[in-house]
């Protein structure tokens, strides 16, 4: 009572909305991530050093759609383009070698996931190494 009589009811009120807005806000993200990854999968933005790897992707198989064929994502690299690039999406698992290519000022990179076969089920990480 005395929180309700120091603060106020329309105080506590805006407190309560707002942390409901809060529980909203992450409940829809969530949701729309699930809406367009898959239960291992998901995308994030990391800085190692001097790179910038952005927009992580995945391409599933068109046949087989628990399998993923390729890791694709964006190097902003200062300089010259890196010339040793690998992935890897499972703790412990397969480095997958990347082919790099120049758009405008970054690099786009692929890497071929199906020597062994990448699945949706076993992507529990993401591991990217990327040098000059």
Do not use: E, H
């Amino acid at each position: 009572m005395f929180l309700l009589q120091a603060f106020g009811r329309s105080f506590w009120l805006t407190v309560i909305g707002a942390v409901a807005a809060i529980a909203f806000t992450g409940t829809a993200f969530t949701a729309s991530l699930a809406g367009t990854q898959t239960s291992n999968t998901a995308t994030a933005t990391t800085v190692i050093g001097a790179y910038n790897v952005t927009t992580v992707a995945y391409t599933l198989n068109a046949t087989t759609s628990t399998n993923i064929d390729a890791i694709t994502f964006k190097i902003v690299a200062p300089g010259a383009q890196p010339t040793f690039v690998k992935a890897q999406a499972v703790t412990g698992g397969t480095f997958y070698n990347c082919t790099t290519l120049l758009v405008v000022a970054d690099y786009n990179a692929t890497c071929a996931s199906t020597t062994p076969q990448l699945t949706v089920a076993a992507a529990n990480s993401m591991t990217i190494v990327v040098s000059k």
